[in-house]
Structure formats: structure tokens, C-alpha cells
């Protein structure tokens, strides 16, 4: 098992990537193999997740970042499948950042909280098709979803029909002022 995951952890490193491109520079510029330049950066910032201050902005970065590049990466591609699997990616997030928002007080508190994080967002991110976004997609948002989306469509008109209102009811009411004020100047 260990030589599996050594042989997908060198095929990684020789994908054709940012990533592996910038490995590259720097295995180029300081002559230290990319393998072992990977290692101490994935080492560093595990260290850093499990101990370090900061620990739930670096993640939540984690979470973003990269995921935000390779969206813009998919909307700007002709294939739809990229598109698919990124908006996969920020609706499981946005139910895990809702959960999250209700737990986090009590669960930051466990030991490795953030780097049990952590892999769960790299495990919804990761490039290959048992990923956590596609699994909790079909498995749990999805039916979840399909089962109440009368009620929750109802529930968005009623919400954009009273938004609605009280933009205009604003918009109308600041004009009346704006002209009010003109009126007495």
C-alpha cells in the first residue's frame, strides 16, 4: 500500500501543472528535488494546521483559493464538465460553511480540528472521481434537494417578490426625498 501511494505521489509530481511548474523553478534554482520540496511544504503546513496560529484562516485558504483559481480556470474552458465539478465543489462547501458556522465554536476546540478540516476540503477538491463533493453531492444534497424543491422554490419567489418590494418601496422613498429636498432649496 505504502508503494502505491509513493508511486501516485511521484505521478502527481510529474503532472504538467502551476504547481508542479513552480516545483520545478525551485528544484531548478536551489538544486533540491521537487519530491522532497513537496514534502517539506505539505510537512510544514500540516505541522502548521495541527499547531500553528492562524491555523483556521490557512485552512479556510486552502478551501478557497485554490478552488476559486481552478473555477475561473473552468468557466473560462469550453468543457463543461470542469464547470460541473467546480459547482459540485462551492454547493458542498457553502452546506459545510453553514454546518460549520453552528459548530465551529464547540468543534475548534478539539485537538487536529483544522487538519481534519483541512483533508476533508482537499479530499472535496481532489482531482479524481470518488471526490467528497461528487460522493456528498449524490448522496446527501441531491436527494436532499430534490425532495423539497417545491417548497424551497416557493420559498425563494416569496423572498425575491418582498425584496423586490422593498427596493422599490426605498427607491421611491429616496426619490421623494431627494425631490422633497430640491423643493425646499
Known amino acids: 500500500m505504502f508503494a502505491q501511494l509513493h508511486n501516485r505521489y511521484e505521478a502527481l509530481l510529474n503532472e504538467n501543472n502551476f504547481v508542479t511548474d513552480l516545483l520545478a523553478t525551485m528544484e531548478e534554482k536551489t538544486g533540491i528535488q521537487k519530491k522532497y520540496i513537496a514534502s517539506g511544504v505539505v510537512s510544514l503546513i500540516s505541522l502548521y494546521l495541527l499547531f500553528g496560529y492562524g491555523a483556521s484562516l490557512l485552512c479556510n485558504l486552502i478551501g478557497f483559493v485554490y478552488p476559486a483559481y481552478l473555477s475561473i480556470k473552468a468557466i ?3 468543457k463543461k464538465d470542469d464547470d460541473t465539478q467546480w459547482l459540485t465543489y462551492w454547493v458542498v462547501y ?3 460553511s453553514i454546518a460549520e458556522a453552528f459548530s ?9 480540528y483544522y487538519a481534519g478540516k483541512c ?11 470518488w471526490n467528497g463533493s461528487a460522493i456528498l453531492y449524490t448522496r446527501v444534497v441531491r436527494p436532499v434537494f430534490l425532495r423539497h424543491q417545491a417548497t424551497l422554490d416557493s420559498v425563494v419567489n416569496n423572498l425575491s417578490d418582498k425584496a423586490k418590494n422593498i427596493a422599490d418601496t426605498v427607491t421611491k422613498e429616496a426619490v421623494n426625498q431627494v ?7
Open 76 to 78: 473560462e474552458s469550453k
Open 104 to 112: 465551529d465554536i464547540f468543534l475548534s476546540w478539539f485537538p487536529f
Open 179 to 185: 425631490l422633497k429636498n430640491d423643493k425646499n432649496q
Open 94 to 96: 457553502g452546506f459545510f
Open 119 to 129: 483533508l476533508f476540503l482537499v479530499w472535496c477538491m481532489a482531482p479524481v472521481t
